[in-house]
C-alpha cells in the first residue's frame, strides 16, 4: 500500500562522483523561452595532466536535434562509442561523456563550457544554452602542516596562509581574539586529506570571525573549496555568515549569531554539508526592500554534485527569524536537534523542506526527520513541505519519533503540504500544545491537488503518535476535512494514534514519558536538550518562558 522509506547513510566516505556505469537523465528542453539549465558533475582531486573522463547524461527534451561544440579540445563519446573531437550532433536520448587532459597545475579549478547550438525550429547554428564541466586538480603534494595564527603568532590573520594550503593541513585558530571576515576560493582538501580549520580555546572563549567581506558581506566562505573542517569557532556579525559553495564540509561545535543569513547554501556549485553541535541564535528576517534571510538556508547542486546531503544534529536554533532551516537539498537529514520559531512576526517555519530553485526536481528529494524537538511557538506556522511555489520536492518525506511543541493558541496546522510530494510518513512522534486538551489541532493541511501528488492521490501514514490535544488529521484544500479515507484519499492511513488528557506539562514527569513512549534511539536524541527542566519553561503556565541559549551546554 505504502512506498517503504530506505535510510541513506550521511557519512563523509560517499564518492564524490558518481559511478561510471550510470548515466543521468537530464531535460535540456525549453521553459519559458530558455534552455532549463544543466551540467557535468565536477571532478575533483584530479592529476595535473591527467585524462579526465566526466560522467554520463542522458539527455531529453531535444527536437528535432542540437550540436554541441566547445573551444577547448574536449572530446566527446555519444551511445558509449569512440571520442571524438566536436562539434558533435545529440538526439533525445542520447547518452554523453566528455574526456579532457587536466591542465599541468597544482590546485587548479578551470570550468569549461559546452556550448548548445539549435532553437528547436529551423535554426540550428544559434547558440542557445550552455552545459558547464569543472576540473580540479589535486594540491600540491607535501608532508601535512599545522599552522597556527592568532595575535602571538606570525601569521595574525587566515588570510595570511590560505593560499600555502594543501591537503591534509591544519589550521589552529587562537581562541579569545577576533580575526578578519575571509573568502576562500578554490583550495580543496582530498576525502583522505581534508583540510581542518580548529579553534583553540583561550580563557575559556572560542576565536571569532566578525563583520562581512567588503564585497559580498560574507563572515566565511568557502566557494570551490572541497573536504574541510570547520570546529570549535565562532562566527557572528556578516550578512551571510556561512556561504557554502563547496561540498563535503563538516561543521561541528560552531556558534553562529547575529548574522542576516546564518547559514547559505548556494543552488550552484554546492554539495554535502554536515553540520553537529551548532548553536545558531538571532539570524534571519526581512530586511526593508531586500529579500527574506534565513536561519538555516540549505541548496545543493543537481547536476555538479549530485546525491548530496546536508544533515545537521544534536544542535540548538533558536531565536532567528524567517525560517528556522529551509532546504531544497537532494536529500536533508535532520536528527537530534532542538529546533524552535518564535512569536516574532517575521518567524515563519521551525522547518520548510522543498525542491530546487535553481533547477527542475528529475529524481524525488527527500526528508528525514528523527529525534528533534520541534519547538512551534508561533500560532501560525509549524512545518512546511513539498515547495513554496518555486521548486518541489516530488519525493518521501518522513517525521519519525520528533516531540512537537505548541504554544496554547496554536490555530494553524503543523505541517503544511504544498508543490509536489510522493510520500509523508508521521509515525512514533509525541504532540504536546499547552491548552491540553481544550481545543483541537489540524495536524495536515494539504494545499496539493490530488493530480500533482507523485502517484496522483496523497500518499500519507500517520501512526504511532501520541497528542494531548484533540486533533484533526487531515484538511485538504479540495474536499475541506476529510475523515473517511476512501476514493483519492484511499492512500492516506491513519491509525495507532492516542490522545491522552493529562497534567504532565507541569508534573516533571514528561521525561520519563517521551522515553517510555518512544523508547528513542540515544544515537539521535541529545539527552541534554529533553530534559524535563527546558519543558517546564516552555509550557510551565507560570512560568511561560523558552530555554535561554545558556542552557543548553555542549560538550
Known amino acids: 500500500m505504502f512506498l517503504s522509506y530506505q535510510s541513506v547513510s550521511s557519512d563523509m ?194 576565536p571569532t570571525l566578525r563583520g562581512g567581506t567588503e564585497r559580498f558581506n560574507w563572515t566565511l566562505a568557502l566557494r570551490d ?42 543552488d550552484y556549485n554546492s554539495g554535502t554539508l554536515h553540520i553537529s553541535q551548532l548553536e545558531l541564535t538571532r539570524s534571519g528576517g526581512k530586511p526593508e526592500k531586500k529579500n527574506w534571510r534565513h536561519g538555516i538556508y540549505m541548496a545543493t547542486d543537481r547536476d555538479r554534485f549530485p546525491e548530496s546531503i546536508f544533515t545537521i544534529e544534536k544542535s540548538f536554533l533558536h531565536n532567528n527569524k524567517g525560517n528556522v532551516i529551509k532546504s531544497r537539498a537532494e536529500r536533508t537529514e535532520v536528527y537530534g536537534n532542538w529546533l524552535e520559531n518564535t512569536t516574532n512576526q517575521q518567524s515563519i517555519y521551525a522547518l520548510e523542506l522543498i525542491g530546487y530553485d535553481g533547477y527542475e526536481t528529475l529524481e524525488p528529494i527527500n526528508h528525514d526527520v528523527v529525534g528533534n524537538v520541534i519547538a512551534i511557538n508561533s500560532i501560525k506556522y509549524g512545518v512546511r513541505v513539498g515547495g513554496d511555489g518555486t521548486g518541489s520536492s516530488n519525493g518521501p518525506s518522513r517525521f519519525s519519533e520528533n516531540i512537537f511543541l505548541m504554544p496554547k493558541y496554536f490555530n494553524g496546522y503543523v505541517f503544511r503540504l504544498l508543490g509536489h ?12 500544545t499547552q491548552n491540553q486538551g481544550r481545543k483541537s489541532i489540524t495536524l495536515i493541511k494539504d ?18 503518535n501520541t497528542f494531548t490535544s484533540n486533533v484533526n488529521f487531515y484538511y485538504s484544500e479540495e474536499s475541506g476535512k476529510v475523515s473517511n479515507y476512501e476514493g483519492i484519499y484511499k492512500y492516506i492511513d491513519v491509525n495507532n494514534n492516542e ?46 518562558k523558552r530555554p535561554h541559549a545558556g542552557d543548553i551546554p555542549f560538550q
Open 225 to 266: 573549496s572541497h573536504f574541510w573542517h570547520i570546529d570549535n569557532i565562532i562566527l557572528e556579525r556578516g550578512g551571510t555568515c556561512y556561504r557554502h559553495e563547496s561540498a563535503y564540509i563538516k561543521l561541528s561545535k560552531v556558534l553562529i549569531r547575529h548574522c542576516g543569513n546564518g547559514i547559505l547554501g548556494t
Open 421 to 432: 510530494l510522493q510520500f509523508l510518513d508521521i509515525t512514533n512522534n509525541i504532540f504536546l
Open 499 to 544: 490522545t491522552l488528557q493529562l497534567d504532565f506539562l507541569t508534573n516533571g514527569s514528561i521525561h520519563n514519558i517521551i522515553f517510555e513512549k518512544l523508547n528513542l534511539k540515544k544515537a539521535y536524541i541529545n539527552t541534554k536538550v529533553t530534559h524535563p527542566k527546558f519543558f517546564e519553561k516552555l509550557y510551565n503556565p507560570k512560568l511561560n
Open 447 to 464: 494545499y496539493i491537488p490530488s493530480a500533482q501528488w507523485y502517484y496522483q492521490m496523497p500518499h500519507i501514514r500517520v501512526s504511532g
Open 13 to 206: 566516505t560517499i564518492s564524490f562522483s558518481p559511478s561510471d556505469e550510470t548515466c543521468r537523465t537530464v531535460d535540456i528542453g525549453f521553459k519559458w523561452e530558455k534552455r532549463k539549465r544543466a551540467a557535468f558533475a565536477t571532478s575533483l582531486a584530479q592529476q595535473p595532466s591527467s585524462l579526465v573522463q566526466s560522467n554520463c547524461l542522458l539527455f531529453t527534451g531535444i527536437s528535432p536535434f542540437i550540436t554541441l561544440n566547445n573551444e577547448s579540445n574536449i572530446e566527446i563519446s555519444i551511445n558509449g562509442g569512440d571520442y571524438i573531437p566536436m562539434p558533435a550532433i545529440i538526439f533525445s536520448g542520447n547518452t554523453v561523456r566528455l574526456r579532457k587532459s587536466a591542465r599541468n597545475r597544482f590546485g587548479d579549478n578551470k570550468i569549461y563550457s559546452i556550448y548548445i547550438l539549435g532553437d528547436g525550429k529551423s535554426n540550428h547554428s544559434i547558440q542557445t544554452g550552455r552545459i558547464e564541466w569543472t576540473i580540479q586538480t589535486h594540491g600540491i603534494y607535501r608532508e601535512k602542516k599545522i599552522w597556527n595564527v592568532g595575535p602571538n603568532e606570525p601569521a595574525k590573520q587566515l588570510k595570511d596562509i590560505t593560499n600555502l594550503l594543501a591537503p591534509g593541513d591544519e589550521i589552529h585558530l587562537m581562541g579569545d581574539a577576533i580575526y578578519d571576515p575571509i573568502d576562500i576560493r578554490g583550495i580543496s582538501g582530498t576525502r583522505a586529506l581534508p583540510i581542518t580549520l580548529k579553534g583553540i580555546s583561550k580563557n575559556g572563549k572560542r
